[in-house]
């Protein structure tokens, strides 16, 4: 039943392309400060991070009214006036993507810029029905949508954040710099709770290394033992080390540390960026948290799952990094002795420069 199901879809989806074809338009769109234009990003946060740079760059460099059409689980990060006017939040179902086509054609865009770096069926069905005039995206098996396509650069090659970025040659905008990066910018009542805790629980001012045990999927987590042996070993350098948690893996982080002042966790994401602006090292399988510490430029230590693709890793952009690589769906078989290998040098080295 699943097969045909995943047929019927593709079928819906090509006949939905060759019936809504857009006219194609030649040269570059340009957007003033009296344009306004539509962001869509939908799914998790890190998806909505690696496309903050370019948002920036649009709202700094060209001062438009910017709209961000988001998902429940990742809207939050583009919540600051230096990115978005105004969030529309993207509900599931037949009725609310209708009630949203509507919504959109109401508020008269002048350009809406898809960020997916690949094809949304639910993206695909937005663009066939509003009536935007410039319909701009990455080339790919819906282009036929778009008034306005600019390649999609290699995946093995380009980090995720240049395959996004290139959307600025279609536009006004100087495009790349020596300054893109992640752009995020949490409320300041969470970087003076975040300031407190690290005052209180680590007052002798050493280096310490963040220990992200959370990711977005059990897939990803390296397991108790390991995390264990990790501090452990710390405590052979001058170094403190400070576990990071979701809410979810409380009961982990209290398994792999007794001691719950080395242990930060909280729902708001804003108080979770700040804490990554505190440590002077990430260790971590979550590539939200990894896009964090790039936006701080902190140094990463991370281990990767990499099945079923040649797509090249997402590395924190403006860090210095290390990774661990795997070719299997989870971290199972990363062992801490292949782990140790990379991180004790890597370690090292950040201490020295420190």
């Given at each position: ?243 990071l948690s979701s809410t979810r ?86 062992s801490f002795e292949s782990v ?15």
């Amino acid at each position: 039943m699943k097969k045909v199901e995943i047929f019927f879809r593709k079928f819906l989806l090509k006949l939905l392309i060759l019936l809504n074809s857009a006219d194609k338009k030649p040269g570059k769109v340009n957007l003033s400060k009296d344009s306004k234009v539509l962001f869509i990003r939908l799914n998790r946060i890190g998806d909505a991070l690696v496309t903050t740079p370019l948002i920036y760059a649009v709202k700094n460099e060209i001062g438009c009214r910017v709209f961000v059409l988001a998902d429940a689980k990742n809207y939050f990060v583009f919540n600051s006036p230096k990115l978005a006017d105004e969030i529309l939040i993207f509900e599931k179902g037949f009725f609310p993507l209708w009630d949203l086509i509507r919504k959109v054609n109401k508020l008269k865009f002048d350009a809406v810029i898809d960020l997916h770096d690949d094809v949304s069926t639910t993206v695909s069905y937005l663009l066939a029905y509003i009536r935007v005039p410039n319909k701009i995206g990455l080339q790919k098996e819906n282009s036929k949508l778009y008034t306005n396509t600019v390649p999609r650069l290699d995946s093995r090659k380009h980090h995720v954040i240049e395959r996004v970025m290139n959307l600025s040659s279609i536009i006004n905008l100087n495009g790349f710099s020596k300054d893109i990066n992640i752009k995020y910018f949490p409320v300041q009542g969470a970087l003076r709770k975040v300031d407190s805790f690290i005052q209180n629980n680590y007052p002798s001012k050493k280096f310490i290394v963040g220990i992200n045990i959370s990711a977005g999927s059990d897939a990803r987590f390296w397991g108790i033992e390991n995390f264990r042996k990790l501090t452990n070993l710390l405590k052979n350098y001058p170094v403190d080390y400070l576990i990071l948690s979701s809410t979810r893996d409380l009961n982990h982080a209290f398994q792999i540390s007794h001691d719950k002042k080395k242990i930060f966790y909280s729902p708001s994401f804003d108080e979770f960026t700040c804490i990554i602006s505190k440590i002077d090292l990430l260790f971590s399988p979550d590539t939200s948290t990894i896009h964090l510490a790039s936006l701080y430029k902190k140094p990463v230590f991370g281990l990767y799952v990499q099945y079923n693709t040649d797509d090249i890793i997402w590395y924190p952009y403006r860090s210095d990094y290390e990774t661990v690589v795997t070719k299997e769906p989870t971290l199972e078989n990363i062992s801490f002795e292949s782990v140790l290998e990379k991180f004790i040098p890597f370690l090292e080295k950040q201490l020295r420069q420190k």
